[in-house]
């Protein structure tokens, strides 16, 4: 059943995940604590996804998806809270030209890109044209919803003609085409879902939940769940 096996299946009981997926949840709750406004979480939380992505490189993951704002957090937010996610992102985006050529990072931007005005759009696709050779790779999660991802996937595939889909065909079209899966989805702030977060491609990710808050997470639990992760036995459906 060679193409039933999800991509990124080849990892067994003892190796370290190759793609780890992060839904970094919990800032506003993290700045109420301090009884700042929300957007203080958001700041420091930018702060921690920068120092975790550092991490996790050095040592040797070779994928990382973060999931920083959603399309229900777009609709839903207030345009304060959201302009300043949408600032910190335009933060991140420059760090990241000035840093490309000297880091071996591939980034990616996955989501609706239609809430950017043209020159950030331009920005974020030159970045994806200059470092797509990079092996070691980062996936952005803004603007994304599961369930939106999947609606333009059809819509691309019946644009195209096809009357009839593959599982093949349906992976081609989302926008983490190419990537494979996450092994271990972790979700920061204590909520045990997934809020349409890569839907199609966490149907054999590993889930892991903390309670940490985001803003306060740390490279050693990074390390306590790379190594729960190893102890983890993936099956895949099948038998022992
Ligand atoms: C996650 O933190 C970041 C985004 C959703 C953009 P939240 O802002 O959801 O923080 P909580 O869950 O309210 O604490
Ligand atoms: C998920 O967190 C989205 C991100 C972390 C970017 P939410 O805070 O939006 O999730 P819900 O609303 O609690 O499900
Ligand atoms: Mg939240």
Same mark, same amino acid.
Request: glycine residues 8%.
């Given at each position: 059943?060679?193409?039933?096996? %999800?991509?990124?299946?080849?990892?067994?009981?003892?190796?370290? %995940? *190759?793609?780890?997926?992060?839904?970094?949840?919990?800032?506003?709750?993290?700045?109420?604590?301090?009884?700042?406004?929300?957007?203080?979480?958001?700041?420091?939380? /930018?702060?921690?996804? *920068?120092?975790?992505?550092?991490?996790?490189?050095?040592?040797?993951?070779?994928?990382? &998806?973060?999931?920083?704002?959603?399309?229900?957090?777009?609709?839903?937010?207030?345009?304060?809270?959201?302009?300043?996610?949408?600032?910190?992102?335009?933060?991140?985006?420059?760090?990241?030209? =000035?840093?490309?050529?000297?880091?071996?990072?591939?980034?990616?931007?996955?989501?609706?890109?239609?809430?950017? /005005? %043209?020159?950030?759009?331009? =920005?974020?696709?030159?970045?994806?044209?200059? &470092?797509?050779? *990079?092996?070691?790779?980062?996936?952005?999660?803004?603007?994304?919803?599961?369930?939106?991802?999947?609606?333009?996937?059809?819509?691309?595939?019946? /644009?195209?003609?096809? &009357?009839?889909?593959?599982?093949?065909?349906?992976?081609?079209?989302?926008?983490?085409?190419?990537?494979?899966? %996450? $092994?271990?989805?972790?979700?920061?702030?204590?909520?045990?879902?997934?809020?349409?977060?890569? #839907?199609?491609?966490?149907?054999?990710?590993?889930?892991?939940?903390?309670?940490? #808050?985001?803003?306060?997470?740390?490279?050693?639990?990074? $390390?306590?769940?790379?190594?729960?992760?190893?102890? =983890?036995?993936?099956?895949?459906?099948?038998?022992?």
């Amino acid at each position: 059943m060679e193409q039933n096996k %999800p991509n990124g299946a080849e990892c067994s009981v003892g190796s370290a %995940p *190759r793609h780890i997926a992060f839904i970094m949840d919990g800032n506003g709750r993290w700045a109420k604590k301090r009884g700042m406004p929300r957007e203080y979480g958001h700041v420091q939380g /930018a702060k921690v996804f *920068r120092r975790i992505i550092e991490y996790c490189g050095d040592i040797g993951i070779e994928i990382v &998806t973060v999931y920083a704002l959603s399309t229900e957090n777009y609709a839903k937010r207030p345009k304060k809270e959201i302009d300043t996610i949408l600032t910190l992102f335009e933060e991140y985006l420059t760090d990241a030209e =000035r840093d490309a050529p000297s880091r071996d990072l591939r980034v990616c931007f996955i989501g609706d890109r239609s809430i950017f /005005a %043209p020159d950030i759009r331009e =920005r974020m696709a030159a970045l994806e044209r200059a &470092t797509m050779s *990079r092996k070691k790779r980062l996936n952005v999660a803004i603007n994304y919803g599961g369930r939106a991802e999947l609606v333009a996937a059809f819509n691309k595939l019946i /644009a195209s003609g096809k &009357t009839n889909v593959t599982e093949a065909d349906i992976e081609a079209a989302l926008y983490t085409a190419g990537c494979p899966d %996450p $092994d271990i989805i972790v979700r920061t702030g204590a909520e045990m879902r997934l809020s349409n977060f890569l #839907l199609w491609q966490s149907a054999y990710s590993e889930l892991y939940f903390t309670d940490t #808050l985001w803003p306060d997470f740390t490279e050693s639990e990074v $390390d306590k769940i790379i190594a729960d992760f190893k102890g =983890r036995k993936r099956r895949y459906g099948a038998a022992e």
